[in-house]
């Protein structure tokens, strides 16, 4: 399994970043998908997340900011952030839901929102 997250930089506070997953995986569409995330000195977190069917599920602090999809054929993952703010800085990374604690996890993708 490889997972290859893109698109993150540096934004100012009220701006937008969309993010992509290449996912290499033969069981992609079997799987429910998330967007995590991990700030520095905190421990890394899920914040949205699609089931195979679609649903979606997010966390209160990007409700109504983010939303995340899937393209089942490119077996990509996009996270789109909108009115970004300074505590959404962090390294993000797209896996399963659930993650295993043997499962891989790629590079992720630096988002650093500041003015």
């Known amino acids: 399994v490889q997972l290859q997250a893109s698109g993150g930089g540096l934004v100012q506070p009220g701006g937008f970043l969309r993010l992509s997953c290449v996912v290499r995986d033969y069981f992609f569409t079997l799987n429910d998908m998330g967007w995590y995330r991990q700030a520095p000195g905190k421990q890394r977190e899920l914040v949205i997340e699609i089931s195979r069917f679609g649903v979606i599920k997010d966390s209160d602090s990007v409700r109504g900011r983010f939303t995340i999809s899937r393209d089942n054929a490119k077996t990509t993952v996009y996270l789109q952030m909108d009115n970004l703010k300074p505590e959404d800085t962090a390294v993000y990374y797209c896996?399963?839901?659930?993650?295993?604690?043997?499962?891989?996890w790629g590079q992720g993708t630096q988002v650093t929102v500041s003015s």
């Open positions: 896996n399963k839901v659930p993650v295993q604690e043997d499962d891989v």
